[in-house]
């Protein structure tokens, strides 16, 4: 830890075990006294499976140990954020505790107790939560087929989620009216700053900062839908080529890895296949300029 004015680093803690730098995150309680964090018992990407969050009290000294949080034992959550009136935690989790399934934020007691599943009705894979400035709830941004959502999610009551049309979100912060900041991305146009204001259902964009990007003539783009062969609903995103009548076709590479190989040959038999929602059956005819 160095202060705030500077000067020399002081360790807080030391041990044989870890602090993760990916899926990881460090929170300091209002009161200033300790820190929520990400730690992992042994050193390697390889054991991020084997990790847990902790309670590290600061004046303590560098001998201190710190204190897995009580309530979810066994879960592997690996993110927490602490809400600004120190009161609760919002985690997220995987499904289970099993790390292959998709993760879900959960509410637990800065004291320790017993956790509360705030996203199963969603059924989205949340990797993050940002606390309302009153404490009340969380907002998070996630994906959602092609597109992105954002979720307004009480402490007490049901999820609202907010609609921001075909904008893929990335980032989120609060400001103290409630209004939502977030990056976000469109099909021609790389990241910019918009804004989602309270009771709007439309975000604002803030920022030009990619103008000439999105004043070129790309591809147009198209997201899909489609059934793997064993049932799973699937999504993805097609960009279509833009050519001049006359000009040459290059011909598809072929690609000795296997599985590349087999996602391509899945897409295009549905891309082929009649059904497929947002997306005419594939055609030999292309988008000529």
Partial sequence: MVGAEG????????????????????????????????KQNVAGTREWENRELARLDVAAGPTALPTPLAG??????????????????ALTCPVDGHVKNQTELVLLPSAGGTPRRLTSSIDRNF???????????????????????????????????????????ADVSLTPDGTIIFIGSEANRPSELYALRPGSNTPERLTNFHDAIAA?????????RWTSDDGLPLDGILTLPQLRRGAQVPAPPQYPWRPLGFVARDLLHALAAPGVEGLPRLRAELPWE
């Fill in 216 to 224: 070129l003539t790309l591809g147009k783009v198209e997201a899909f």
């Fill in 72 to 89: 979810i034992e066994g879960r592997r959550c690996g993110a927490g954020w602490i809400s600004p009136d120190g009161r609760h935690l």
């Fill in 127 to 169: 990797s993050y939560a940002i606390w309302r400035p009153d404490s009340k709830g969380v907002v998070a941004g996630v994906a959602d087929g092609t597109a992105s959502a954002l979720w307004e999610i009480p402490v007490e009551g049901a999820p609202i989620r907010r609609d921001v049309g075909r904008i893929g979100v």
């Fill in 7 to 38: 000067g020399e680093a002081r360790p807080l803690a030391r041990g044989s075990w870890s602090i993760p730098t990916l899926f990881a995150t460090t929170a300091w309680s209002p009161d200033g006294t300790s820190i929520l964090f990400t």
